[in-house]
C-alpha cells in the first residue's frame, strides 16, 4: 500500500511537472504571436502606442492560453510517460504487477484537478481580461462608435449620430422576432459631448438602416415638449450585429454565465451561443482526463516499439484531429444544428471513447 501510494506520488508529480513546462512553454509563444500580430494591426494607428499593445496583449494572454490547455495537458503527458518508459521505470512497476490503469490514474485525477481549477479559478480571471482587452480592442484598433450592454433595466445601445455627435438609446423590453424595443429613452450628444435633447417614446423598430419611433415627445432645455408621431433616427446597427456584441461568451465569468443565458431569454435573445459555451466549460475537466488517454496510447509503447518521434508526432496529430473534429461539432451547436449538451460534450466523449478503447486494445489492461 505504501508502495502503490509512492509511486502514485512520483507519477502525479512528473505528469503535472511536464504539463507545467509545456504549458508555459505554449504560453509564451501564444504571447509573443499575439504581440507581434497587434503590432502589426497598429502600425497604421500612428496614436496606438507600443505599451498600449504590450497591455493588450497581456489582456488577451490568459484566454489564448486557455484554449490551448487541452494540447499542454496532451504533450505533458506524452512527454511524462515517454522520460518514465525510457528510463524503464513503467518497466519496473509492470513487473511488479501495476497494470497500466493504476499508473494512469494518478496522472488522471491531476488532469481533472487542473481541469476543475481551469474553470472555476482561471476562467473568470481570463474572462475579465479578455473583457478588457476587447474595450481597449475595440477603442484604439477598430474605433468602433456603436456599443451595446444588456442588464436587468433593459438594453443600452450608443450609435454615432448623423450630425456627428453620440445617441444613448435605452428600451425597457425587447421583443422577438423583430427587434423592438419598448418604453424607449434616447438621449441626444452633440460632438463635445454635451447634452442637446431627450426623446421619450412609446417603442422603437429597427428597419434597415434606421429606427422607426413612434409615439413620443422630444425634450429640450427651456423648451416644451415636443410631440412626435413617428420619426426616423438612422444608424447603422443591425439585429445580427447586436445579437453578436451583447457580452460575447469569452468575456463572462463561468459563474457568471447562467445568469447571463436567463437574461438573454427573458430579455428575447437567442442564448444559443451562451449555453453552448458554459457546457464547454463544464465538459473540460473530463476532456483533460480523456487527453491523458489519449496520450498513453502513444507513449506508453515507445521503449518496446521504438520510433519515438513518429509516436509524438501520431500523438500531436491526433489531437489536432480532435480540435479539428471539436470545432466542426461546436459550429454545428451554434447553428442549431446540433443540440446544445450533444455539441458540447461530444468532443469530449469521442477522446475519451478512443483513448479507453486503444489501452484496451495495446496494453495488458
Known amino acids: 500500500m505504501h508502495l502503490a501510494r509512492t509511486l502514485s506520488a512520483y507519477i502525479a508529480r512528473q505528469f503535472f511537472g511536464w504539463f507545467c513546462s509545456v504549458f508555459a512553454a505554449m504560453a509564451t509563444i501564444t504571447f509573443l504571436i499575439n504581440y507581434i500580430e497587434l503590432i502589426r494591426r497598429g502600425a497604421s494607428r500612428t496614436e496606438v502606442s507600443l505599451s498600449t499593445l504590450f497591455e493588450m496583449a497581456v489582456l488577451q494572454l490568459p484566454h489564448t492560453t486557455e484554449q490551448v490547455m487541452p494540447f499542454a495537458v496532451l504533450c505533458g503527458t506524452m512527454l511524462a ?70 442588464s436587468n433595466t433593459g438594453l443600452w445601445l450608443r450609435q454615432s449620430d448623423a450630425g456627428g455627435g453620440q445617441v444613448i438609446i435605452h428600451g425597457e423590453k425587447v421583443a422577438s422576432p423583430q427587434l423592438l424595443l419598448k418604453k424607449v429613452s434616447m438621449f441626444f450628444f452633440d460632438e463635445g459631448t454635451g447634452f442637446t435633447s431627450r426623446v421619450e417614446a412609446k417603442s422603437a423598430l429597427l428597419q434597415h438602416g434606421y429606427w422607426l419611433i413612434r409615439n413620443g ?63 464547454v466549460l463544464l465538459a473540460q475537466p473530463f476532456l483533460f482526463c480523456a487527453m491523458v488517454l489519449v496520450a498513453a496510447t502513444f507513449s506508453l509503447r515507445m521503449q518496446r516499439g521504438g520510433g519515438a518521434t513518429m509516436m509524438i508526432v501520431s500523438g500531436v496529430a491526433v489531437g489536432f484531429l480532435l480540435y479539428f473534429v471539436s470545432d466542426i ?23 475519451m471513447i478512443f483513448g479507453v478503447s486503444m489501452l484496451l486494445h495495446l496494453e495488458d489492461g
Do not use: C
Open 81 to 150: 510517460f515517454w522520460r518514465l518508459t525510457r528510463s524503464n521505470e513503467l518497466v519496473v512497476a509492470r513487473a511488479a504487477g501495476v497494470s497500466v490503469w493504476q499508473f494512469l490514474a494518478p496522472a488522471v485525477m491531476v488532469a481533472l484537478v487542473i481541469g476543475v481549477i481551469a474553470v472555476t479559478v482561471f476562467n473568470p480571471i481570463a474572462s475579465s481580461m479578455e473583457a478588457s482587452y476587447e474595450k481597449l480592442n475595440a477603442r484604439d484598433l477598430q474605433q468602433s462608435g456603436d456599443e451595446m450592454s444588456i
Open 217 to 279: 415627445s422630444r425634450f429640450r432645455a427651456g423648451d416644451p415638449p415636443q410631440p412626435i408621431r413617428e420619426l426616423r433616427l438612422p444608424t447603422q446597427l443591425t439585429s445580427v450585429k447586436i445579437e453578436e456584441s451583447l457580452a460575447s461568451p469569452d468575456t463572462i465569468s463561468f459563474w457568471d454565465l447562467p445568469g447571463f443565458i436567463r437574461l438573454l431569454e427573458q430579455s428575447g435573445f437567442a442564448a444559443q451561443r451562451h449555453r453552448l459555451h458554459f457546457n
Open 329 to 351: 461539432v461546436v459550429a454545428l451547436g451554434l447553428s442549431a444544428k446540433l443540440p446544445v449538451l450533444l455539441a458540447a460534450w461530444t468532443p469530449t466523449g469521442i477522446s
